[in-house]
């Protein structure tokens, strides 16, 4: 079957959408802490889709009937729309902002401009069934009608089958979740449910389910699933995972082109990733000749790549997920920006941010920094977390201390203190030569309040509980 170079074309441009969208998705239940498989079941079924139009097998029809079927359930309501289509726009441009150091939305708009957002589900879920649905019965309507589309093993009822039993593993899967409030225990349960499939359905064979750059693509997609779900964590085990997923990515790619992965390519690779997680630990000039060693090491064996298969092209792309996208994705954070400054240790106390951020210090002094670049100024020579339960830190530079609220980004006030005292779980007595105060957090914190939750009073509160409460 001869494709043309604009056929390839679309078909990696529709792969990289539908990637993208199911990483996206993902993002959004581990940011907050519930994944939800039916939703997830929209962009694999769009990948699918995919796969088989490129193959232009009749199986297409069977993914096609069941997402057009799936998307009805959009008519229910605009919040599975939004949850569907809007929000993984939402973190993506949250991503590419914060990649910038640019500020998406302040604090205090935020939830005014996911209100705007909200208003525009419907546009956007139209908008984004073009592609979806109207896209793929075009194509399948198109190749039909000029009887392009080949035969495969599965019968009507047989693809009937195997869509009712994704659906059905998807929608138990949602049911645990909402049930158990446990992502992981669905996710874990999904993965065997999934390779019966091949069992139940082609009497344990792969072949005419998949073809073997599908099998490739898939294998990718969960060794970057796997480097994301590591790397979030912001734990020093990262430091296994970024030695060798990078090298299984190239042995993968060797075997999808059917070429042989030698020994010394792989420990390039492996030593190419030592040196990058060395590098977080350097500052300035020394980081970037780390980080700079790691992409030559890397490069060698993408050269050799090159040279012996061709493919330019591809060499480039594999280079680029090698080098550059699979350390960062399983370190957890992008260790090009925020030069100045080494990882020193991982701030987990918070509950509200249970994957932590990091500690960094520059010769001098120390401060916190985020996946993206720095969240506490680097000036400061002590850092410590008030309470668990709460993002306030008290932070020390020239024996004065200041309260941060590490999820705003700012200070709770200018004023500098000589001490911070706890008095109970939400009041601290602030001391200090011109008088003390007092700090009084929310009892039900909200980072995108419009002024600060906390209140620094002179006052001693006569009852936490109402102050908190008021405020």
Known sequence: MEHTRLSKLAHIADLTIGSIWLLLSLHSGLGNWLINPFLLSYPLLRIWISFLMYRRSKLVIAPIVMLSLMCLCLLCGRT????????????????????????FANNADYRDMLAEVYECTLPVTL??????????????????????????????????????????????????????????????????????????????????????????F??????????????????????????????????????????????????????????????????????????????VLTAVPMIRFAIDTGKRWTSAGVYFMVAFIMPILSIGYNPYSVLE?????????????P???????????????????????????????????????????????????????????????????????FTYQLKSDSGDKYLVMPRFYNRYDRIQPAIISSEIPVNNDSNAENS
């Open 80 to 103: 599975i729309g939004y949850e569907t289509f809007v929000m993984p726009c939402v973190n993506l441009f949250k991503s590419i902002f914060a990649l910038f150091g640019v500020t």
């Open 218 to 295: 898939m294998l990718m997609l969960a060794i970057i699933m796997v480097g994301y779900a590591c790397g979030i964590e912001l734990q020093l085990k990262s430091s296994l995972v970024v030695c060798v997923l990078p090298a299984l990515c190239f042995a993968l790619v060797n075997w999808l082109f059917s070429w042989e992965t030698t020994y010394k390519d792989i420990l390039l690779i492996v030593l190419a990733s030592v040196i990058f997680w060395c590098a977080q630990y350097t500052t300035d000039m020394m980081r970037l000749m780390f980080l700079f060693g790691s992409l």
């Open 355 to 425: 994957n932590g951020l990091l500690c960094v210090k520059n010769d001098i002094y120390i401060g916190l920094r985020d996946r993206y670049g720095v969240i506490l100024p680097i000036e400061y020579h002590r850092i410590e977390l008030l309470t668990p339960s709460k993002p306030y830190c008290k932070v020390k530079r020239d024996d004065k201390w200041q309260i941060y609220d590490i999820e705003r980004h700012e200070f709770a006030s200018d004023e500098c203190f000589d001490d911070v005292v706890s008095c109970d779980n």
């Open 127 to 216: 908008f984004s069934l073009v592609w979806v649905i109207l896209i793929p019965w075009g194509m399948y309507l198109y190749r039909l009608f000029r009887k392009e589309l080949q035969p495969c093993s599965f019968g009507v009822w047989k693809s009937i089958g195997l869509c009712a039993y994704i659906f059905g593993v998807m929608l138990v899967d949602s049911v645990i979740v909402s049930v158990t409030n446990r992502s992981i225990i669905a996710l874990v349960l999904l993965v065997p449910m999934f390779m019966f499939i091949p069992l139940i359905f082609n009497r344990g064979r792969i072949k005419g389910l998949f073809s073997r750059g599908e099998v490739a």
């Open 341 to 353: 400054a080494k990882r020193l240790w991982h701030f987990d106390r918070y509950y509200g941010a």
